[in-house]
């Protein structure tokens, strides 16, 4: 299977930046990634994609804050995040979806880190 490690979350004042990384592991053949969020009391809502092609979608509370971007070789995601509100304040979950070298598909989520915006 596919193994997702993320990292990069912590405490950052409003209208500061983070940047969320999250490396996926496997004998991989294609994948698309995306981060997920879920605050407290509140369903998980996606927040950015990034097919294999190189297709992204963004959530409208993101757009124009929010980058994310892949190192292909690495098979590594990144979520650059700035402009950051109180609002974005939740767990953010990495997502992976694709195929094996094997042919099967697969679909993993990372451990979850916590991004936390408060001054």
């Known amino acids: 299977q596919v193994q997702l490690v993320e990292s990069g979350g912590g405490l950052v004042q409003p209208g500061g930046s983070l940047r969320l990384s999250c490396a996926a592991s496997g004998s991989i053949f294609s994948i698309n990634m995306g981060w997920y969020r879920q605050a407290p009391g509140k369903e998980r809502e996606l927040v950015a994609s990034l097919t294999s092609g190189g297709s992204t979608n963004y959530a409208d509370s993101v757009k124009g804050r929010f980058t994310i971007s892949r190192d292909n070789a690495k098979n590594t995601v990144y979520l650059q995040m700035n402009s950051l509100k109180p609002e974005d304040t939740a767990t953010y979950y990495c997502?992976?979806?694709?195929?094996?070298?094997?042919?099967?598909?697969?679909?993993?989520w990372g451990q979850g880190t916590q991004v936390t915006v408060s001054s």
């Open positions: 997502n992976a979806k694709g195929t094996l070298r094997s042919g099967r598909s697969f679909g993993s």
